[in-house]
């Protein structure tokens, strides 16, 4: 009840289109679902993050759409990037919690020029 | 640039040896936590740290020996280790108002390789 699924494992883009990457959980007591984006010999950095209470999240070329009966989270970039090509993953914790963060599986993307 | 500091980038150690991973933070965050991340992997939890005291240990075996000297460092001791504890070993760390929020703050990580 802890997991959370990712997917896809990996997505090519073209420069310009858009990527959208799609997470699932079970636990309905998770309440902070951040999205992590991680650069080849980098740590994670959080990218953008959404609470259950709205629907929609952007910052940017990035937006979290959030749909809590389904329990269902999806990242999309908009006008994608070369300099976007890294490993993104979602994430879900419970406020309070010391464990933090509940990881999915993680996405390579790949933009291409 | 990372406010989280994590030295060295870099070990390689034979299974015999004493090595230590050392993390540093100055942005006041009290709970501290070490993650083990292997390769096309997303990062596993191995101990937080609040208030500067042990509160997870996530069954890690006792060759991995964590250490809080204060709020802003973080050790993490290496004795013994094995070929499969190779990986990518991350810091980070959190504000914790009494309350954790997810909201993590990684370092770069120390990529360790064990022969």
């Known amino acids: 009840q802890q997991q959370v699924k990712q997917s896809p494992q990996s997505l090519i883009v073209q420069k310009g289109g858009i990527s959208i990457i799609n997470c699932a959980y079970e636990?309905?007591?998770?309440?902070?679902f951040p999205w992590y984006q991680q650069f080849p010999g980098k740590g994670p950095a959080l990218l953008i993050a959404?609470?259950?209470?709205?629907s929609e999240k952007k910052e940017g070329r990035f937006t979290i759409s959030f749909n809590k009966s389904a329990k269902q989270f999806s990242l999309h970039i908009m006008d994608s990037q070369p300099g976007d090509s890294a490993t993104y993953f979602c994430?879900?914790?419970?406020?309070?919690?010391?464990?933090?963060?509940?990881f999915g599986s993680g996405t390579q993307l790949t933009v291409l020029p | 640039d990372t406010e989280v500091t994590q030295t060295p980038k870099h070990l390689v150690m034979g299974m015999t040896n004493k090595k230590s991973l050392k993390c540093e933070q100055h942005?006041?965050?009290?709970?501290m936590y070490w993650y083990k991340q292997k390769a096309k992997k997303p990062p596993e939890l191995m101990f937080v740290?609040?208030?500067?005291?042990?509160?997870i240990n996530e069954s890690v075996p006792s060759r991995f020996s964590p250490e809080c000297p204060n709020s802003s460092l973080l050790n993490l001791h290496l004795h013994a280790l094995q070929p499969e504890d190779s990986a990518l070993y991350l810091c980070?760390?959190?504000?914790?108002?009494?309350?954790?929020?997810?909201?993590?703050?990684f370092g770069e990580g120390s990529r360790l390789t064990v022969l």
């Open positions: 980070a760390s959190s504000p914790y108002r009494g309350r954790g929020t997810g909201e993590l703050f």
């Open positions: 636990n309905t007591a998770f309440d902070y």
């Open positions: 959404i609470r259950p209470d709205v």
């Open positions: 994430a879900a914790s419970i406020i309070g919690s010391a464990r933090q963060l509940t």
């Open positions: 942005m006041g965050h009290r709970a």
């Open positions: 740290y609040s208030y500067e005291k042990l509160s």
